[in-house]
């Protein structure tokens, strides 16, 4: 991890970074927030356990939130709250109810208010947009530097792609390219990934051939429906993080 510290001592933060400090008084409502966090934290725990026996019993494993996100730390007292990249609360959201939702949302306002008013402003932030191939939770280098070869294959096959082949999106692509590489333990070649594209595609294709069935028809015939519904929901929702799931004698 790289950046800033937070640290809430009683009913102050400060920001320690190698360009000087910046201190504020948090108000009792902050504090109050950050209490019942901590306690959403704690349960957010149990339940990701709990479902990992479950998927243990089953034989799977899930990848888990990179690490590689996490960019500030706010600790209040002995107990440290982790903010990613993009100002969230380094969480998997999958764990937390509908009712602590709020809470959440609220310490992550107090979090990015507070770093706006210092002399960072928050410049750091990254955003997720439509321009973006980030992914989140899977900010780990090995993927985001397949980003730069990801958009040239796209570009160049959205150029040359035959007649009723649909456009393929490079968020798409990097998001079947991330569930691949869980199953083969390892990330890709450029001339790899235009292979994978190239099986990928055929898939897609009517067996009488009457053309193209979609993007994801091709992954759901190529790798199945659990494997397709993940990378098509990563996809559309990038924001959220949807994690890889294999078997675990496959998983690394």
Known sequence: MTGLVLLAALKTLTVLGAEGSFS?????PEAEVLE???????????????WDRYLGLMGQRESRLSLASVRYCVAAGRKVYSFTVY???FVDGRFVRDDEIEDVLALERIF???LSRSQWKGDSLRKIDSESMA???FEDE????????IGRIVAEFNGKRAEGVHELSPRLFKSFVVELAYWRDGAFSEDE?????ARLTAAGMRPDGGGFNGWTAAIHSAHGADFAERVVSRADNPEVFVPVVVWKETAK
């Open 24 to 28: 504020e008084e948090i108000s009792r």
């Open 36 to 50: 019942r966090a901590d306690r959403i934290l704690a349960a957010q725990n149990t339940r990701r356990a709990k």
């Open 87 to 89: 100002g969230r609360l």
């Open 112 to 114: 990015r208010a507070f």
């Open 135 to 137: 992914l989140r939770g």
């Open 142 to 149: 090995r993927f985001e530097r397949l980003d730069a070869p």
């Open 193 to 197: 990934m235009r292979g994978e594209l």
